[in-house]
């Protein structure tokens, strides 16, 4: 059973950071990119950031030279650095795997940024 797990969340101010992570288990991590969705209270989940098996790396431009994701093959996690938080980052931050065609989400990390 594909098992994903986010966590590191919480409330922070304007211009501090936060670690978000994706624990994965129930796959072969290191053949799937995974990728970080944010949701916002009112909108539609948005793509942040992917990061595939060969290391390729996107950003939504809204985050670009602010997060850094990554992943850790032998931890089958992925890590979203958060550095510079705005208000507008505020949201449920999900991972996400595509196997076969089949999405699989976690449930969820809530991100506050707020002064």
């Known amino acids: 059973e594909v098992q994903i797990v986010e966590s590191g969340g919480g409330l922070v101010q304007p211009g501090e950071s936060l670690t978000l992570s994706c624990v994965t288990s129930?796959?072969?991590?290191?053949?799937?990119?995974i990728q970080w969705f944010r949701q916002a209270p009112g909108t539609q989940r948005e793509l942040v950031a992917g990061?595939?098996?060969?290391?390729?790396?996107e950003y939504a431009d809204a985050v670009k030279g602010r997060f850094t994701v990554s992943r850790d093959r032998y931890k089958h996690t992925s890590t979203l650095q958060m550095n510079n938080l705005k208000p507008e980052d505020t949201g449920e931050y999900f991972c996400?795997?595509?196997?076969?065609?089949?999405?699989?989400w976690g449930q969820g990390t809530r991100v506050t940024v707020s002064s």
């Open positions: 129930g796959f072969d991590f290191n053949h799937y990119g």
């Open positions: 996400k795997v595509v196997i076969a065609g089949i999405a699989h």
């Open positions: 990061i595939g098996t060969v290391r390729n790396i």
